[in-house]
């Protein structure tokens, strides 16, 4: 029986802990690696042929691609074409992130991808390369996206951002754990972002002061992650998700979730992502994850542990 080669590329979600939607206009964001994301399966193939265990399948041969794949197979051409290759790829997608939660689910699936794709093709990608591929696939997924999402799953670890540069590395001398809730309503990136822009035309200097304030903030945030603040740390998300909430990027069910995490005993709680739905993220004591976690739970919240850094895409090949 002859064997085959298959590569395996798995790329992590994340989380955004300061700076989202102030990203787009040129803020600081910072932004961390989680132990869920996507895990793709690829051999080289004669056609290009897509399997996604969430969203369905698709193959060259037969029609029209679904639209929920389109963004898959535009980064899979996309690779093709950059590294000169005239063959196709079979992809089979999983993933354990929860679609449309401000969890990057989209991005670890284009950079899953598009690693998977050009390893089994024999060519290695850099991490810069990778980025530019699987932005591709943001950009139809979410128009105008930062690119923060993506450098996560490419880099990993927790990262300070900047749209248009390398991401910084911030390196932690000991694991910090936050909570994510899960408030179980999906939304649209894309309709978020445009509802946060339209505060630009109507009150230009207050949106550039909190642009800048964001980046301040945001900078602030970084340092107490590396000296293990907490307490600054806590209090900063505090005010990051007052601000988005009053900007209209909160919900009723999100605001509530995070009064819920501060009433438990959190320091610092507030939406992650676009907001409009998904997931908060909740700062709980040094030691106390696990206690408030089940507290949580006791409360009807669908709340998880999540321990920063974590490394960002691997790939590895295996015989089937």
């Not at 939607?21 to 042929?49: P, R, T, W």
């Not at 950009?139 to 300070?160: E, M, Q």
Request: net charge neutral; aromatic share 6%.
């Amino acid at each position: 029986m002859k064997l085959s080669l298959k590569f395996f590329a798995k790329a992590p979600g994340k989380i955004i802990i300061t700076g989202e939607h102030f990203v787009v206009h040129g803020s600081l964001a910072v932004a961390a690696a989680i132990d869920k994301g996507a895990l793709v399966e690829a051999e080289a193939f004669e056609d290009i042929e897509i399997v996604s265990k969430a969203l369905g399948s698709f193959s060259s041969k037969k029609g029209e691609v679904p639209l929920s794949l389109k963004p898959t197979l535009e980064a899979i051409r996309a690779t093709l074409e950059f590294i000169g290759e005239k063959k196709g790829v079979k992809v089979i997608i999983d993933s354990d992130l929860p679609v449309s939660s401000g969890l990057g689910s989209s991005s670890a699936v284009a950079v899953a991808t598009v690693t998977a794709t050009s390893s089994a093709l024999n060519h290695e990608l850099s991490p810069e390369e990778i980025v530019n591929l699987a932005m591709i696939s943001e950009r139809i997924t979410h128009g105008k996206p930062s690119g923060i999402d993506v450098n996560v799953a490419v880099y990993g670890g927790v990262i300070l951002f900047k749209m248009g540069e390398k991401p910084k590395q911030i390196e932690l001398n000991k694991d910090v754990e936050f909570l994510v809730c899960h408030s179980g309503i999906e939304r649209r990136t894309s309709e978020m972002i445009s509802k946060f822009s339209k505060m630009k035309k109507s009150y230009p200097n207050l949106f550039t002061s909190l642009v800048s304030s964001s980046s301040y903030f945001t900078e602030m945030a970084a340092s107490a992650l590396v000296n293990k603040d907490l307490t600054t740390l806590g209090y900063i998300m505090n005010f990051f998700h007052a601000v988005l909430s009053n900007l209209g990027m909160s919900t009723k069910e999100l605001d509530h979730i995070v009064e819920k995490t501060l009433e438990s005993g959190c320091i610092g709680a507030k939406l992650t992502g676009a907001g409009g739905g998904g997931c908060i993220i909740a700062l709980p004591k040094s030691g106390e994850a696990r206690i408030v976690a089940e507290l949580l739970k006791r409360k009807g919240i669908d709340a998880s542990i999540v321990k920063l850094p974590l490394e960002g895409v691997k790939v590895w090949r295996e015989k089937i």
